[in-house]
T-cell receptor, first 113, second 114 residues
Framework: SQKIEQNSEALNIQEGKTATLTCNYT??????LQWYRQDPGRGPVFLLL?????KEKRKERLKVTFDTTLKQSLFHITASQPADSATYLC????????????FGQGTTLQVKP | EAQVTQNPRYLITVTGKKLTVTCSQN?????MSWYRQDPGLGLRQIYY???????DKGDVPEGYKVSRKEKRNFPLILESPSPNQTSLYFC?????????????FGNGTRLTVT
């Protein structure tokens, strides 16, 4: 069955370091992959989208890579700040899978000052 | 301000008492969807709507109903709530149902059914 895996363990890093979060998927051929940020008790907020034919996408301190051979996306936050502490969700959608954006369970990032 | 508005934010009810959670978006989006989020299970889609009068089941539709009579509104109806429907619910919308359209989420409705 289709599966999306994000590290369920929280990621703790020091302020200023680069945070790297992983999203792996199986039995799926996504055409698009999206990353969202979710703060406790709030709705997810869209951050970045990357297409299957794109290797990398950047937005300010954020960088996303998409490796369809490894079936993996990496999400990087450079020069991390305590305000980056949140849960980060990846979501995938196939080009033929109308109506469904499948979400991973998310990884919680804690940036310590 | 572009937004998705859900009401209420918090709701405590008893088993069997019908309730409706409202959702409204002001972005003229065609696509709307309801999710529930539970610890360890992540976001799961309940129902979605591609446009007015077009709705379809998501992954966990049992016990829920929706309607899309107007483009901006997509209420979630629980005809006879049960304790296993205690959850955090999110409404979301996007300009079209394609993977390159980001979802805009509401701030959630925390429902407790006793």
């Amino acid at each position: 069955s289709q599966k999306i895996e994000q590290n369920s363990e929280a990621l703790n890093i020091q302020e200023g370091k680069t945070a790297t979060l992983t999203c792996n998927y199986t039995n799926y051929s996504p055409a698009y992959l999206q990353w969202y940020r979710q703060d406790p008790g709030r709705g997810p907020v869209f951050l970045l989208l990357i297409r299957e034919n794109e290797k990398e996408k950047r937005k300010e301190r954020l960088k996303v890579t998409f490796d369809t051979t490894l079936k993996q996306s990496l999400f990087h936050i450079t020069a991390s700040q305590p305000a980056d502490s949140a849960t980060y969700l990846c979501a995938l959608k196939g080009s033929s899978n109308t109506g469904k954006l499948i979400f991973g369970q998310g990884t919680t990032l804690q940036v310590k000052p | 301000e572009a937004q998705v508005t859900q009401n209420p934010r918090y709701l405590i009810t008893v088993t069997g008492k019908k309730l409706t959670v409202t959702c409204s978006q002001n972005m003229n989006h065609e696509y709307m969807s309801w999710y529930r989020q539970d610890p360890g299970l992540g976001l799961r889609q309940i129902y979605y709507s591609m446009n007015v009068e077009v709705t379809d089941k998501g992954d966990v539709p049992e016990g829920y109903k929706v309607s899309r009579k107007e483009k901006r509104n997509f209420p979630l109806i629980l005809e006879s709530p049960s304790p296993n429907q205690t959850s955090l619910y999110f409404c979301a919308s996007s300009s079209q149902d394609r993977g390159n359209s980001p979802l805009h989420f509401g701030n959630g409705t925390r429902l407790t059914v006793t």
